[in-house]
């Protein structure tokens, strides 16, 4: 059973089956960046069920902000890719696409920094809590033809943040996402790095390797080669490395003598482009 790589058009080769509650995930990695995809991917019933279910990410309003200033992470990167949006396009237009947009944190600082904010998600406490967080109410759609035709060349901006690594990536929502952006617009895509030096030192234990939760895994070479297809310009990259020291302590109060070395090695890995989350800019 092979199949070319969506990001270099290289055979897959396979990687492991990874096993867990959910089923057995057969792993594929590209010949040429070593990005990996679940091959094949899971049925659309078992993901749409996974991401609605109730369970799934079963927070509320105050909780979310409590962990965020217990460890602040979200609302960091959400001011970050607004910040930069906002010096990589400096004029007045400002229609923004959140898809997936999980808890709100982008969407919040968007409506804060006077973007018109259009977002998606497919999980209802998801969407109460986004709407509590930034006044959006996003819409619980996917990104399907009949979304792209409502909503073809709307947007200077496109963000998905944590997103491609859950979704079923093909020809088909490639270009249906394309057709979204207005000429000159922005995508910022926000994943896993599946070649930080954190990654390459996990291995098969690599803490993102979650299916049916995470189906694709990206390199940096891997995840601009898609995009470069579709002939969307670089603007800029960064990897970006975080981890929760509070967490660290529950388990063992003496790991905090470990936390220097732990920064050091974070610090040189985004200097290197091999921290844990890539952030990539294109424009169309």
Not at 98 to 125: H, M, Q, R, S
Not at 139 to 155: A, S
Not at 160 to 184: A, R
């Given at each position: 059973m092979i199949k070319n790589s969506i990001c270099c058009d290289e055979n897959l080769t396979f990687y492991f089956n990874k096993k867990n509650e959910y089923g057995n995930f057969p792993i594929f990695k590209c010949k040429k960046c070593n990005s990996g995809y679940v091959f094949p991917y899971p049925d659309d019933e078992i993901l749409l069920d996974y991401y609605k279910n109730q369970i799934y990410?079963?927070?509320?309003?105050?909780?979310?902000?409590?962990?965020?200033?217990?460890?602040?992470?979200?609302?960091?990167?959400?001011?970050?890719?607004?910040?930069?949006?906002?010096?990589?396009?400096?004029?007045?237009?400002?229609?923004?696409?959140?898809?997936?947009?999980?808890?709100?944190?982008?969407?919040?600082?968007?409506?804060?920094?006077?973007?018109?904010?259009?977002?998606?998600?497919?999980?209802?406490?998801?969407?109460?809590?986004?709407?509590?967080?930034?006044?959006?109410?996003?819409?619980?759609?996917?990104?399907?033809?009949?979304?792209?035709?409502?909503?073809?060349?709307?947007?200077?901006?496109?963000?998905?943040?944590?997103?491609?690594?859950?979704?079923?990536?093909?020809?088909?929502?490639?270009?249906?996402?394309?057709?979204?952006?207005?000429?000159?617009?922005?995508?910022?895509?926000?994943?896993?790095?599946?070649?930080?030096?954190?990654?390459i030192l996990q291995g098969k234990n690599d803490m993102f390797l979650v299916p049916p939760e995470h189906i694709n895994y990206f390199t940096l070479k891997g995840l601009y080669k898609i995009f470069k297809k579709k002939n969307l310009d670089l603007i800029n990259f960064e990897t970006i490395s975080r981890y929760n020291k509070i967490k660290f302590l529950k388990k063992n109060k003496f790991l905090k003598f470990f936390f220097p070395l732990l920064d050091f090695f974070f610090y040189c890995s985004d200097k290197f482009n091999k921290g844990m989350f890539i952030n990539i800019y294109l424009r169309k």
């Open positions: 990410r079963n927070q509320d309003y105050k909780n979310i902000f409590n962990e965020e200033r217990i460890f602040p992470n979200s609302s960091i990167d959400a001011k970050r890719i607004i910040k930069n949006l906002l010096e990589f396009k400096n004029d007045n237009k400002k229609n923004l696409l959140d898809i997936g947009c999980g808890y709100g944190w982008i969407c919040k600082e968007g409506v804060e920094n006077g973007f018109n904010v259009i977002a998606t998600e497919l999980n209802n406490n998801c969407r109460n809590i986004t709407t509590q967080m930034s006044g959006v109410e996003p819409l619980d759609r996917l990104i399907d033809h009949n979304f792209c035709k409502e909503y073809e060349n709307k947007f200077d901006f496109i963000v998905l943040s944590q997103v491609l690594e859950h979704i079923k990536l093909d020809e088909f929502f490639l270009t249906n996402l394309i057709k979204l952006l207005k000429n000159d617009g922005i995508i910022v895509i926000a994943v896993p790095n599946f070649g930080s030096f954190l990654s």
